[in-house]
């Protein structure tokens, strides 16, 4: 029996989170909240794949967009949730503002072209050495014959620091789709913003539409804990909370749950024409609100590419932890190349199953992220959902519990909480 392919896949952050720490009615409210994510971003896919204008039309710029789109709609879902540490449900920074993060990233390939390019460059090195040496008049001309024709050619963009954003993840599509840069932050990336026009999606919201109870208790909860610290050792301490702190299961008299959760969302996807089983598109997206009591501005991993976002020609990764190990670790990209250099997964091969993926990401998630850091700092918890070209998928996480669930080929969804499932 053929195997079914994972499209997409999301995760709606990772940490201490227990099943003794969420009530049944909690567990059935987050997987609901995945599998609404998981149905915006399968929709943009199913729509497009049963679109023969897009199947079979020669406008590859719409094509591209497919499963760029795909992991737009999904996280902005989980932004407008709030359940989730993006969007509306984002946490509040030691001055009492939100800001927010996010990055998105895409690659599109065409086997036949892979296949062909070696060709093409043993091709471009003859014509350098039978070429008229003095009609080549730079060493730039010399170098751009020596290129790779067609390399498979991520795309990426990314936002920081932004305020009253309602969808962070659609800011970073734009940024990606419509300036020559990468990354915008803070108030350049607003001011971008204002500029788009009302199709793209990005939309500005008052503070109280920001504004949670439980979230404010969070900020208070740390402020109280930091200022009774520095009390007792007599030294300044900055106290940050990855979303929630305590693994009771709740505040007496309070609906705030309060798992150690590190919270970021995001989504992964695959998309293949049906008219075209050599094209393919894959692209990955990641959005947070930071941490809780984070200070001068401070950015994570999540809307740094490679570290919290990733995607090329053989696969799209989203990660969600403590931002700080993921970025020393460069862990999104890292994980991409040991599948590649290390386990030997390229464009020319099809993988069976999900194997050389688990390897992939388990060394990076048990191995370089728990190294031992400073001071003998343990290493940094958190998790990974990637998925490959062949529709093989694979999360894990190196501490109790990850939010997180994908889709098939035929619409069938799974979701999965705890490390045990």
């Not at 509040?92 to 460059?121: E, L, P, Q, T, W």
Request: glycine share 8%.
């Amino acid at each position: 029996m053929p195997k079914k392919r994972v499209v997409l896949a999301v995760h709606g952050g990772a940490g201490i989170i227990l099943r003794s720490a969420l009530t049944p009615e909690m567990e059935a409210e987050y997987r609901s909240a995945l599998q609404d994510a998981l149905a915006a971003g399968y929709a943009v896919l199913n729509r497009s794949s049963r679109d023969d204008d897009v199947t079979n039309s020669n406008n590859s710029g719409h094509q591209e967009d497919v499963a760029t789109d795909a992991v737009e709609a999904a996280v902005r879902c989980m932004e407008d949730c709030p359940l989730f540490n993006a969007g509306n449900g984002s946490v509040f920074g030691h001055d009492g503002h939100i800001r927010c993060d996010a990055s998105i990233m895409s690659c599109s390939f065409d086997k036949a072209v892979y296949d062909n390019r070696n060709a093409s460059c043993d091709t471009a090195q003859d014509d350098i050495i039978s070429s008229d040496k003095e009609s080549i008049t730079t060493c730039h001309q010399i170098i751009q014959k020596r290129r790779y024709p067609k390399t498979p050619h991520p795309q990426a963009g990314a936002i920081a620091g932004v305020t009253n954003i309602q969808n962070p993840i659609s800011l970073a599509k734009e940024v990606m789709k419509h300036t020559p840069h990468v990354m915008l932050i803070g108030k350049g990336a607003e001011d971008f913003a204002k500029q788009l026009p009302k199709e793209a999606r990005v939309e500005f919201q008052p503070d109280e539409y920001f504004w949670t109870e439980r979230r404010w208790k969070q900020l208070v909860n740390v402020r109280e804990s930091e200022k009774e610290e520095q009390q007792k050792q007599q030294q300044q301490i900055m106290k940050v909370q990855l979303d929630h702190s305590s693994t009771t299961q709740q505040e007496e008299g309070s609906d705030v749950v309060c798992d150690k959760k590190f919270g970021t969302v995001g989504c992964i996807a695959l998309y293949q024409p049906d008219s075209n089983e050599n094209t393919y598109q894959l692209a990955s997206a990641t959005s947070t609100g930071g941490m809780t009591n984070q200070r001068y501005h401070r950015v994570g991993d999540s809307p740094i590419i490679g570290a919290g976002t990733y995607a090329n020609h053989l696969c799209a990764i989203s990660c969600t932890g403590h931002g700080e190990w993921f970025l020393r670790c460069v862990a999104a990209h890292d994980i991409a190349k040991r599948l590649e250099y290390k386990h030997g997964y390229d464009g020319t091969s099809s993988a069976a199953d999900n194997a050389l993926l688990k390897k992939a990401l388990d060394e990076v998630i048990f191995g370089t992220l728990m190294s031992e850091g400073r001071d003998g700092e343990q290493g940094g918890d958190g998790g990974a959902i990637v998925l490959d070209k062949d529709g093989n998928f694979a999360a894990d996480m190196n501490c109790p519990g990850m939010y997180h669930g994908w889709v098939y080929e035929d619409g069938e969804m799974e979701t999965s909480i705890f490390w045990d499932e």
